[in-house]
């Protein structure tokens, strides 16, 4: 697609030492929301107009991975770095589909399929739910949670979103109870539909974003471009 721009995720797994798997998907969609309410993606910001053309064809994320020299280059390009208990993760403004600042393009997608010691907490007041009956890896799986994340700010309001600041942009990424699913996807809240460019069929519901506002509003979409997964 012409003009299509993708949102770069890079997950910091060292081999000694890497993240736990929930802490890299609560990381990857902390990224996104800092990148979102960041000064430089909005108004006349130097990061607004890439992020709105991003937004306008779709939201399409990759997430990459680094380790040692690759993740001090990392630092290095025009980004933000956030961290979530054991994990690290740095959010780049969207970059064309088909060219990549080199230190990004050679950097390795496959290789993020992480675990989780011992079973996460307990949800928190923005929890975002996964599909129980998918497999995805880890990198898959950051993806969708930052799409969730985002699909869950824009149907925040500014007092809710103020709310949500004051709290960090906290979120939990949860897996859902088989049972609930299906009242989940069909409850009218935020749902990632997989656009089926890697690992799922396309159409795959994924993720759904869950905050008390969104289900007392109802889900108020503010982009106007389709999800595209990766």
Known sequence: MTGQKVLPLVVRIERAAPPERTDALEAAALAVLTLLDDPRALGDG???ETVRSWEDIGIRKVVRRAR?????RVLDLPGIT???GTAEVRVHPPVPLDDWPKDLSRLQVSGTDLTDSAP???AREVTLWVNPELEMSAG???AQAGHAAQLAWWGSDEHARQAWRDRGLAAAVRTADPAGWAALTGSGLPVVRDAGFTEIEPGSCTVVA???WLRHGGFRPAGSGPLRAS
């Open 82 to 84: 956030v961290t979530s």
């Open 210 to 212: 869950d905050a008390p």
């Open 46 to 48: 130097e990061w607004a």
């Open 120 to 122: 996460p907490g307990p």
């Open 140 to 142: 898959k799986a950051m």
């Open 68 to 72: 040692g020299a690759e993740w001090r």
